[in-house]
């Protein structure tokens, strides 16, 4: 079993920036591929952005490419997101997820098996 605790949500203005964490315990945290997904009122969970094990590959969706960048850091248990020109349109709650390791790096939410409790992203206009 893994716990993750999200943190860093908050309210920022359109063109700012925001570094999310996940803190992870439990199992061994470097053998998980991690990922961010977040969830808008009214809409589908949606992938944002995911890591191998080793943080030598990195996967992002479209809508965030260029201008959010995820990392890991497996010595502190912890995988972050850092999102930069944030829109209005990146309003959301923000989970971080574990994957077990199935041999390839999957992106999409049923291929992760554990979440965190989410915290909430605004970006006003």
């Known amino acids: 079993q893994v716990q993750l605790v999200e943190s860093g949500g908050g309210l920022v203005q359109a063109g700012g920036s925001l570094r999310l964490s996940c803190a992870a315990s439990?199992?061994?945290?470097?053998?998980?591929?991690m990922g961010w997904f977040r969830q808008a009122p009214g809409k589908e969970r949606e992938f944002v952005a995911a890591?191998?094990?080793?943080?030598?590959?990195?996967y992002y969706a479209d809508s965030v490419k260029g201008r959010f960048t995820i990392s890991r850091d497996n010595a502190r248990n912890t995988v972050y997101l850092q999102m930069n020109s944030l829109k209005p349109e990146d309003t959301a709650v923000y989970y971080c997820?574990?994957?077990?390791?199935?041999?390839?790096?999957?992106?999409?939410?049923?291929?992760?098996?554990?979440w965190g409790q989410g915290t909430q992203v605004t970006v006003s206009s």
């Open positions: 997820a574990a994957q077990k390791w199935r041999g390839v790096v999957l992106t999409t939410s049923h291929d992760f098996d554990y």
């Open positions: 890591i191998t094990r080793n943080a030598v590959n990195t």
């Open positions: 439990g199992r061994t945290f470097s053998n998980y591929p």
